[in-house]
């Protein structure tokens, strides 16, 4: 049981996990963002109410912001893609921030200046970088940006690809068979590939019923994994496999094969290969057709963190966990999805804590008072309709230098009623709104 206020309360406790001083006026110096994602943006934001008399600048290559969170449920229409549009025109004129649109491709690190495309110059005292995800279409064999952006589309990262799915999707054949290859970890979203199959799934129950969802894994297990198998099988007819079913409730046995199918690593689930020519996947299992593929390839750090010597052999960023500073990088930064911060999960959400962390450590930077130690508060929202939504809760603190999980007793969704789960739905379209105008407005 948890009840509408307690809730809500969770959902906004990102904005409490990082209090910022009150004294922050003491602190002086000039910052450049790298990004104007939700990591970005929520940092100049909260930089610029707490300490306005620091200059912070925002280097953004796009002029309007397409948010990633939410963004598959242009897939099913339950929004359109004009829906994901956010703007910074708040961040200019009411918390006066410079956004600059423009591309960074330079990095001094010793003279402490970017460069851009248009060969404009930015000093920095601080510098924070928050460039997001690079996708790399090329580590499943077959797969390329152009294979992407014209066959099998991966759309995760929301753009022209995400509507070219939507309208695969639409066009589909009456029975066909909509394939999803979900990623390796890390990667963004944790729960987004699994959420996609679901509302992918609803919409085939209205208007393609004999229709099939396939979700071909090269893991076993992923971020709300009982809630949303719980949730195929009471909508899409799916059956939890046996060694699943522990601490499960209740389930609904199908005698017939449901609407989704997910095969795991251990049942031969990794992929190996597309052809896009044929419309087909190998997997360590064989090979599967389908008429519509949606690849979620692996990832790594934007080209940004790469190009500026921020990453290490993992692909990713290592920052300090008090104040996000990279380790490799002096007086740089490193936020959200490109930063090395496990536990932390590659969310919107805990980017936005990051945020909040980073410009509470540097305005105590700039005022010459210690950094305090940190904690953060992530949630994973997903769907498994339209009105069928859930949350896993996590709670970060430093234990022994390093983030950890913190535990969170009496706190779960899994099992709840039918009518909780559509006030979940309702809750996780309100955190949407807040979420974007806390980031943004």
């Known amino acids: 049981m948890i009840s509408r206020r307690d809730f809500l309360g969770m959902a906004l406790a990102a904005g409490a996990a990082s209090l910022l001083p009150l004294n922050a006026h003491a602190a002086t110096g000039k910052v450049v963002v790298i990004g104007g994602g939700v990591g970005g943006a929520t940092f100049a934001k909260y930089m610029k109410m707490k300490a306005p008399q620091i200059e912070v600048t925002i280097i953004e290559q796009n002029p309007i912001y397409i948010r990633p969170y939410g963004s598959s449920e242009v897939l099913n229409g339950h929004i359109d893609m004009s829906d994901l549009e956010v703007s910074y025109d708040a961040l200019r004129n009411k918390y006066g921030v410079n956004v600059i649109i423009d591309k960074a491709v330079g990095l001094d690190a010793d003279k402490r200046i970017v460069t851009t495309a248009s060969g404009a110059k930015f000093p920095y005292d601080r510098l924070v970088v928050s460039p997001g995800i690079e996708l790399l279409y090329d580590r499943l064999e077959g797969y390329s940006r152009e294979v992407a952006e014209t066959k099998a589309p991966s759309g995760w990262i929301p753009g022209s690809q995400t509507a070219l799915l939507r309208d695969q999707i639409k066009n589909m054949r009456q029975g066909g068979t909509f394939l999803i290859v979900a990623p390796p970890n890390p990667y963004r979203c944790p729960p987004?590939?699994?959420?996609?199959?679901?509302?992918?799934?609803?919409?085939?129950?209205?208007?393609?019923?004999?229709?099939?969802?396939?979700?071909?894994?090269?893991?076993?297990?992923?971020?709300?994994?009982?809630?949303?198998?719980?949730?195929?099988?009471?909508?899409?007819?799916?059956?939890?496999?046996?060694?699943?079913?522990?601490?499960?409730?209740?389930?609904?046995?199908?005698?017939?094969?449901?609407?989704?199918?997910?095969?795991?690593?251990?049942?031969?689930?990794?992929?190996?290969?597309?052809?896009?020519?044929?419309?087909?996947?190998?997997?360590?299992?064989?090979?599967?057709?389908?008429?519509?593929?949606?690849?979620?390839?692996?990832?790594?750090a934007g080209k940004v963190a790469t190009l500026f010597g921020l990453t290490d052999k993992s692909g990713w960023c290592p920052v300090d966990p008090y104040t996000f500073e990279s380790k490799l990088v002096a007086n740089v930064h490193v936020l959200g999805d490109s930063a090395s911060a496990s536990p932390l999960p590659k969310s919107g959400f805990a980017a936005n804590n990051e945020a909040?962390?980073?410009?509470?450590?540097?305005?105590?930077?700039?005022?010459?008072?210690p950094v305090e130690e940190p904690s953060w508060e992530n949630t994973c929202y997903a769907l498994a309709g339209k009105d069928y939504g859930f949350m896993v809760i996590g709670v970060y603190g430093m234990r022994d230098g390093k983030i950890a999980n913190l535990p969170r007793p009496g706190f779960q969704t899994l099992d709840v009623s039918d009518a909780k789960h559509r006030l979940a739905a309702v809750y996780q379209q309100a955190w949407m709104k807040s979420f974007t105008e806390d980031s943004f407005a």
Do not use: C
Not at 193 to 215: D, H, S
Not at 251 to 278: C, F, Y
Not at 356 to 369: D, M, P, S, T
């Open 192 to 300: 987004g590939p699994y959420e996609r199959g679901a509302l992918v799934a609803e919409w085939m129950q209205k208007y393609n019923p004999t229709g099939k969802v396939i979700i071909t894994d090269p893991k076993n297990e992923f971020v709300t994994g009982p809630d949303m198998r719980l949730g195929w099988n009471r909508m899409y007819g799916y059956n939890v496999p046996e060694d699943l079913k522990s601490g499960m409730p209740t389930l609904k046995q199908h005698n017939e094969a449901g609407m989704i199918d997910w095969i795991r690593e251990v049942d031969g689930g990794r992929p190996l290969s597309i052809d896009a020519t044929k419309m087909q996947v190998e997997t360590e299992q064989g090979f599967i057709k389908a008429d519509v593929i949606n690849v979620v390839p692996p990832m790594k």
């Open 356 to 369: 909040k962390v980073a410009a509470y450590a540097i305005i105590n930077l700039f005022a010459g008072r």
